[in-house]
């Protein structure tokens, strides 16, 4: 009994008020996550959309808005696209942020929001979700690299979902960085405050070979360049971040592949 009364009070400060996505306060809000774009003469990038209404049974033409934040967080540009019933879209990104005036980074984030909802989702207490698929071409290669959506991010009030943690918490990164290999890690914030982050690399002997601390503000993305590495090694990230996952592009030779961490 005073065992179980001594775990439950260390546990306490880690998960008291600390979920990992908050609940947003509009019933009917539509929820997306915060998706990286990448944007120059390097990058494309591609999103893979789906009437989610129609797969509900409901007729009628749905719309999602595209909402675009800059290098720093900040919204810049918002593009509505119809969707096509019960088929699969492929949404140039790329082509979309190419046509504006100036753009004012060549990386950021980027939310879809579904303009409808299936009225099953509006008479639950459930919302509706865009996680999907983007994809990322480098250097006009014939292959495209992969990789999903990642939490409950953002609602289309534009407030962010993500959780805080009251102490530092450490995220050790699912992924050997290895020698010989080039790695872009970008770590994204969908919190509603600033987080002060601390990007340590360790290898295998114990050595230390970065030790970076930076502050990313809300709806913010940061690139992470990693080379050199003398040999194998592992990523820790530390923040108030509830999950400080981020995605990990990986440079081999002329390819390059992407995944979450």
């Known amino acids: 009994m005073i065992n179980n009364l001594i775990r439950k009070a260390k546990k306490a400060p880690w998960v008291l008020g600390q979920k990992l996505t908050q609940t947003p306060s509009n019933p009917h809000a539509v929820i997306s996550d915060l998706f990286v774009w990448r944007c120059d003469q390097d990058w494309n990038t591609y999103f893979e959309l789906l009437d989610l209404v129609s797969l509900f049974g409901e007729r009628g ?5 595209v909402v675009f934040f800059d290098d720093e967080g900040g919204q810049f540009y918002r593009q509505p696209v119809d969707l096509i019933g019960l088929h699969r879209q492929v ?7 190419s046509a504006l005036e100036c753009l004012p980074s060549n990386y950021g984030t980027f939310c879809v929001f579904h303009q409808q909802s299936p009225s099953e989702v509006l008479n639950s207490e459930v919302f509706l979700t865009e ?61 509603g405050s600033d987080k002060k982050v601390v990007f340590k690399i360790i290898s295998f002997d114990r050595k230390t070979h970065m030790n970076r601390r930076i502050t990313l503000k809300s ?22 971040m509830i999950m400080a996952r981020p995605a990990v592009f990986c440079f081999d030779g002329g390819n390059m592949d992407v995944s979450h961490g």
């Open 91 to 97: 949404l140039d990104v790329s082509k979309i942020l």
């Open 219 to 240: 709806k913010q993305a940061f690139v992470l360049p990693v080379k050199g590495l003398p040999g194998s090694s592992r990523l820790i990230i530390k923040s108030k």
């Open 61 to 65: 033409q749905h719309q999602v808005a």
């Open 131 to 191: 996680r999907g698929y983007i994809s990322y071409q480098y250097k006009n290669a014939p292959l495209r690299s992969y990789v999903h959506g990642n939490l409950d991010a953002i609602d289309d009030s534009l407030t962010p979902l993500s959780g805080s943690s009251l102490l530092n918490r450490t995220y050790n990164l699912q992924y050997l960085l290895e020698p010989g290999k080039q790695y872009e890690v970008v770590l994204t914030n969908a919190s």
